[in-house]
């Protein structure tokens, strides 16, 4: 069993990028149901877990998502570029 020191090295836990549904939303610029609806894809990646707020993701397991199926991210709704499936930055 792991248990918590404050000697821990905790940087590799803090480096993943995580993601909830809302972030989703803007990341595919969809309405909530159809954000719904792709999470719930069979083929999409598994949330790491499950908050009160609802189910997140690691942001590089859904842009692995994306590019393996070809759908376009809009990285700039969080702060940074958006791009295309094909890896190409896109312009806003």
């Known amino acids: 069993m792991l248990e918590y020191s404050v000697y821990m090295d905790t940087a590799p836990m ?3 990028r995580l993601v909830g549904r809302g972030e ?3 990341l595919f610029g969809v309405s909530a149901t159809r ?3 792709i999470a ?3 083929d999409f990646p598994p949330p790491l877990d499950e908050l009160s707020v609802g ?4 942001l590089d397991d859904v842009i692995a998502w994306a590019e393996r199926t070809g759908r376009t991210l809009n990285l700039a709704e969080l702060g940074g570029p958006s791009f295309g499936a094909d890896g190409d930055e896109r312009q806003p």
Do not use: G, M
Not at 55 to 58: E, R, S, V
């Open 40 to 42: 719930d894809r069979p």
């Open 14 to 16: 803090t480096k993943l």
């Open 24 to 26: 989703l939303r803007r």
């Open 55 to 58: 189910k997140i993701w690691a």
């Open 35 to 37: 954000t719904i609806q």
